[in-house]
């Protein structure tokens, strides 16, 4: 039996050992507070992609410190602590909702091919489009808009304001281009209206559906989206998989696409180069070398053959493949610059684990495609990257710059719509050839449809195409964390500070390959 004394020193150390508890937690909530402040003045574009980054950033903390699948349950509370909801109706659906996020960033549905997937709790089911008369009206005597319609559409109430009945409307516009007023409006979903080649469309409870089979996985969707109900899978587990395997040590290598120069503002581009070593990455290239490798390629391609379409862009030869098989004969034989880029470093150290870095999400789906997957072990995005830094707590803006000057002006200025149609004239000229190039720039893929049906027709003006899915091209990707006016300005910027003065001497310098032919499919 313990003396009082006993009995009174035992209270007074449990009591100590309570009170270093309590210390610890408040510790712990101050520590996690100063974080999550630093995380709140982070820029996003939109409350979006806030959400998306937030969850990517726990995925990949959690999973990195390998208590993902125990905590898993738990990281919908953590982003929506409630009681009361902040984006939902309530905080149960809130939560759902992130769930469903958490499945994607973990990889999505395994029975779905696609990368992208519509998240249904999440779809507003924003209401239907199509013509509709607005308040603008007039309700004049001319009727033009009812003189101009085909279907006989359009009918007057009492006032004489029109109506159109969206059982006979066909869509075709030409009531809103007869209207003086300019009163009917077409009202299309933010989805429907970015998809340019109508891959998708409303179910009949209002919920959007992707028709997998004419879908590109370029991305416009997702991007325009305002509820974030559109995402692209991820497979940011896989990446850091390959960071945490002992085996890979040195065996690294992070391939980076030239837009990243315009984003991660206000930190420097040699900032992030230092914290994407951080990550574990043992070195970094730039996929921009590839790009000098396709256009030196694809320069000689174009003057063998007299005509071609450009490989660069996966969305686009997607398209070319669902919409215009006919054409697929005419498209480079060129790997694309990060294949290009990838193969080159397999073939220097046959142990390399190639992470290509860049804005596109259909690079994630070229990754297991025949002519890609013996080079390309993973694709993440800048917003999966800048997740990655989040979840190990780097600072970016706060590190040391480190120096990268692999590739040449015009190899970096792919990041942009035109980039490659004055690389590839570059390298004609590098090569003394005479032939005369006379390329055609479609950026998005309405101008790129236009520009392959006339070829199709054989009306095309030109003997080169330069197809980008994307507006502006690479700088106007899905996964870019911006996309400013500025951002071109900014790759042009970068782009000049290449010291390799012409793309012969950039593949030069790399010591790839003397036969450099060899970087094709």
């Not at 007074?12 to 712990?28: C, G």
Request: with cysteine; hydrophobic share 35%.
């Amino acid at each position: 039996m313990l003396s009082p004394l006993a009995i009174r020193c035992q209270r007074s150390f449990l009591y100590y050992i309570y009170l270093l508890l309590e210390f610890a937690k408040v510790i712990e909530k101050k520590v996690e507070y100063t974080a999550n402040k630093r995380r709140s003045t982070m820029k996003f574009e939109t409350l979006v992609k806030q959400l998306k980054y937030t969850v990517l950033r726990e995925v990949a903390k959690d999973y990195w410190e390998g208590d993902l699948w125990d905590k898993r349950i738990d990281i919908p509370k953590r982003i929506s602590p409630g009681p009361k909801a902040t984006r939902r109706c309530c905080i149960y659906k809130e939560r759902a909702i992130v769930a469903e996020r958490i499945k994607l960033a973990l990889g999505g549905d395994k029975n779905n091919p696609s990368l992208l997937e519509v998240i249904e709790s999440a779809c507003d089911q924003c209401p239907f489009g199509g013509r509709q008369v607005t308040d603008l009206c007039r309700g004049c005597l001319a009727h033009r808009c009812a003189e101009a319609c085909p279907k006989n559409a359009i009918s007057f109430d009492d006032n004489y304001h029109a109506h159109i009945n969206k059982d006979v409307c066909i869509n075709c516009g030409l009531c809103a281009k007869a209207c003086q007023f300019g009163a009917i409006a077409n009202r299309r979903r933010p989805c429907e209206a970015a998809c340019k080649i109508n891959a998708i469309h409303a179910r009949e409870d209002g919920i959007s559906e992707i028709n997998y089979d004419a879908c590109t996985e370029c991305g416009a969707c997702s991007s325009a989206c305002p509820f974030g109900a559109i995402r692209d899978k991820s497979y940011i587990t896989k990446c850091i998989d390959i960071l945490k395997n002992p085996e890979n040590d040195g065996h690294i290598y992070a391939i980076i696409a030239p837009s990243i120069a315009a984003q991660f503002a206000p930190a420097k581009l040699g900032q992030v180069l230092t914290g994407i070593k951080k990550l574990g990455f043992s070195r970094i290239y730039e996929a921009a070398l590839g790009a000098d490798l396709v256009a030196y390629n694809e320069s000689k391609e174009l003057s063998e053959e007299g005509f071609a379409i450009s490989s660069c862009c996966t969305a686009f030869v997607n398209y070319i493949h669902k919409a215009f098989p006919e054409l697929v004969e005419k498209i480079s034989k060129n790997l694309s610059p990060m294949a290009a880029r990838c193969k080159a470093i397999k073939e220097k150290d046959p142990l390399a684990k190639t992470v290509f870095i860049g804005p596109c999400i259909a690079k994630k789906k070229e990754r297991f495609k025949e002519e890609s997957a013996p080079y390309v072990d993973n694709v993440i995005t800048f917003e999966e990257l800048q997740a990655l830094l989040g979840a190990r707590q780097i600072e970016v803006e706060k590190l040391e710059e480190s120096p990268i000057d692999d590739a040449s002006y015009f190899g970096r200025i792919f990041a942009h719509s035109g980039g490659l149609s004055d690389a590839v004239n570059e390298a004609l000229k590098e090569q003394n050839s005479d032939f005369v190039v006379k390329p055609v720039k479609a950026s998005g893929l309405d101008q790129c449809k236009l520009n392959l049906n006339r070829i199709k027709k054989n009306t095309f003006q030109g003997n080169f195409l330069e197809g980008m899915a994307c507006c502006n091209g690479c700088i106007g990707g899905p996964g870019c964390l911006t996309h400013q006016l500025s951002d071109q300005a900014k790759i042009d910027r970068f782009s000049k500070t290449s010291t390799i003065p012409t793309i012969t001497s950039a593949i030069e310098k790399s010591g790839i390959a003397s036969d450099i032919s060899s970087i094709k499919k």
